[in-house]
């Protein structure tokens, strides 16, 4: 008689699981969008033999993205170094900054951030990701995002 009820139990849990993976997961919220913007310029440092980081979706070439899009950024290692995703830090910028990086993290590797379905409010966003290779190398770039309504 005990498999019956637990029966029961696992299947609303198994189909919340995976409904839950397929949707969309917000990267940033609707009310960490609307705080104060960040003062001062947001820039990030010249030429540097560090590892480089590109936004590569969505792409910033084909104007304002539609939420939710893949977030994805690529990582790349000079020098035969390798990426440590242990020191790797993804920050909104604002006022008071935003920690991403447990929302990157299911995505995060050493090649980059992959993570599908990223909900996103409309409007103009910067993105701080800042990483260190295998060498000690420090890298850091802001990343635009634009979306559109």
Same mark, same amino acid.
């Given at each position: 008689?005990? *498999? @019956?009820?637990?029966? @029961?139990?696992? !299947? %609303?849990?198994?189909?919340?699981?995976?409904?839950?993976? &397929?949707?969309?997961?917000? !990267?940033?919220?609707?009310?960490?969008?609307?705080?104060?913007?960040?003062?001062? &310029?947001?820039?990030?440092?010249?030429?540097?033999?560090?590892?480089?980081?590109?936004?590569?979706? %969505?792409?910033?070439? #084909?104007?304002?993205?539609k939420?939710? @899009?893949?977030?994805?950024?690529? @990582? $790349?290692?000079?020098?035969? &170094?390798k990426?440590?995703?242990?020191?790797?830090?993804?920050?909104? !910028?604002?006022?008071?900054?935003?920690?991403? #990086?447990?929302?990157?993290?299911?995505?995060?590797?050493?090649?980059?951030?992959? #993570?599908?379905?990223? $909900?996103? *409010? *409309?409007? $103009?966003?910067?993105?701080?990701?800042?990483?260190?290779?295998? $060498?000690?190398?420090?890298t850091?770039?802001? !990343?635009?995002?634009?979306?559109?309504?």
């Amino acid at each position: 008689m005990t *498999p @019956f009820p637990i029966r @029961f139990l696992v !299947l %609303p849990l198994l189909l919340a699981a995976v409904s839950g993976s &397929a949707g969309a997961a917000p !990267l940033i919220k609707e009310d960490e969008a609307r705080l104060p913007a960040a003062a001062g &310029a947001l820039t990030t440092r010249g030429i540097t033999r560090g590892p480089a980081i590109k936004l590569v979706s %969505p792409d910033p070439a #084909l104007g304002a993205a539609k939420s939710p @899009f893949t977030f994805k950024v690529a @990582f $790349e290692p000079r020098g035969g &170094a390798k990426i440590d995703p242990s020191s790797v830090t993804v920050t909104y !910028l604002k006022a008071t900054p935003v920690d991403l #990086l447990p929302r990157v993290k299911a995505g995060l590797s050493a090649g980059g951030i992959d #993570l599908a379905g990223a $909900e996103v *409010p *409309p409007g $103009e966003h910067q993105i701080r990701v800042t990483l260190q290779d295998s $060498e000690g190398r420090q890298t850091s770039t802001v !990343l635009q995002l634009n979306v559109g309504k």
